[in-house]
């Protein structure tokens, strides 16, 4: 059984340019999680979503960006127009089970360098 | 809101104990949980304790929670050069904060040999 898989595990973008981060939740996860992790502080949750369903966006920034969690295929996060300020590690994670005790499993992360 | 914090870096010798101590805001929380991120990896989960229980053990791990101080500590015996890495502490927060983990900004972790 495959882990969180992440793709790019690195990726470079130019200030203005969009960024398409992708997440393949384990196999039979039905939530995904999206968390921003800045150099020398903690993960910061965005997003947390089911499958074609956005549960709780609380910590996503109001404007550039967005995520999805499609039927079918990977959960995307987007980030339009970036700038420098966007440069971070973004992990996203997935569960099977919501309840009191929620086991996350997280992906290895993508870099994001913005120029 | 929730708050989690901790403290940013500790340094063992090899075969000694480490101490990872966490505090946070929640007095709601139902699950704490310890884990672990090495370079360039994602967080992988080493241990977890209900908030009803004072201590957990789990082979070189010890979780202590003391939740009349908003307390929990982590605890590796025999600590070796692998297990140096960033440890951190998560709360899951209350229902009315959508019960989502809510990360301290983590300990960096060095095992000198």
């Known amino acids: 059984n495959a882990g969180v898989m992440q793709n790019p595990r690195h990726l470079v973008r130019r200030r203005g340019q969009e960024a398409r981060l992708r997440c393949s939740p384990m196999?039979?996860?039905?939530?995904v999680y999206w968390y921003r992790q800045l150099p020398e502080e903690g993960l910061k949750f965005m997003v947390y979503l089911q499958k074609e369903n956005i549960i709780d966006e609380s910590g996503m920034p109001k404007e550039r960006f967005s995520a999805e969690f499609p039927k079918e295929g990977p959960s995307i996060l987007r980030i339009q127009q970036v700038v420098r300020g966007d440069s971070a590690a973004y992990f996203c994670a997935s569960s099977i089970l919501t309840g009191e005790n929620e086991k996350l499993f997280f992906g290895s992360g993508t870099q994001l360098s913005v120029l | 809101g929730e708050d989690v914090e901790q403290s940013l870096f500790l340094s063992v010798r090899e075969g000694d104990s480490s101490v990872i101590n966490c505090t946070y805001t929640?007095?709601?929380?139902?699950?704490l949980y310890w884990y672990k991120q090495e370079p360039g990896a994602g967080l992988q989960l080493l241990t977890y304790i209900f908030s009803n229980m004072d201590m957990k053990q789990d082979q070189r791990l010890t979780v202590l929670l003391n939740k009349k101080d908003k307390h929990l500590s982590l605890r590796i015996a025999d600590t070796q050069t692998g297990d140096s890495a960033i440890y951190f502490c998560?709360?899951?927060?209350?229902?009315?904060?959508?019960?989502?983990?809510?990360f301290g900004a983590g300990t960096i972790l060095r095992v000198k040999s």
């Open positions: 929640d007095s709601s929380s139902t699950y």
């Open positions: 196999k039979g996860h039905s939530h």
């Open positions: 998560a709360e899951r927060g209350a229902e009315e904060y959508g019960n989502k983990l809510v």
